[in-house]
């Protein structure tokens, strides 16, 4: 379903999602020289720094998180390729328009109900890592959860006007 028509929303949407995700992919390689680093410290230098662990996950959070809405924006999530690419692209776009309304926008909705009161509560809490040497601010990295989920509705609704522009407003060749 890469041939949707734009829409006023997806228009403004969409640049900024695939801006924000190619900026997030530098956090790869962040990544990357995070666990050589630590690997060197470990193995060669007898060295284990577990603020440097806790980094690596953190990163992989923020990467994985913030990188999802770009991901469904650019129709490069996963699916089951092998039924969906033998249907005809209206109905694939009929089964979007379901898993987006019955599954999907939902999914968002109870990550994003749960997941405000746990920033929140770990904020207050002032809450830090239990490890000795760990890193504080445990709700910086807790706050990547709905800020991820944010960007992944701002994109499910872009993709949701897209294909409903598709199935009810395109105009069909005779």
Request: proline share 5%; no cysteine.
């Amino acid at each position: 379903m890469r041939n949707l028509p734009q829409t006023a929303f997806s228009r403004v949407v969409d640049p900024w999602l695939t801006r924000l995700g190619q900026a997030v992919s530098w956090i790869w390689l962040l990544l990357l020289v995070m666990i050589v680093a630590n690997v060197l410290l470990r193995y060669a230098f007898s060295q284990g720094r577990i603020e440097f662990e806790e980094i690596q996950w953190h990163l992989y959070s923020i990467g994985f998180l913030l990188g999802m809405g770009y991901t469904y924006q650019a129709d490069a999530h996963i699916r089951v390729d092998v039924l969906h690419e033998r249907l005809t692209p209206r109905a694939q776009a009929w089964i979007e328009l379901y898993g987006i309304l019955l599954f999907l926008l939902p999914f968002i909705a109870v990550i994003l109900i749960s997941s405000v009161p746990f920033v929140v509560i770990s904020y207050q809490l002032s809450e830090i890592s239990q490890s000795p040497g760990g890193l504080p601010f445990r709700w910086a990295i807790k706050a990547a959860l709905p800020i991820g989920f944010v960007l992944l509705l701002l994109a499910t609704v872009s993709r949701l006007t897209r294909v409903w522009a598709f199935l009810f407003f395109e105009r069909r060749g005779s």
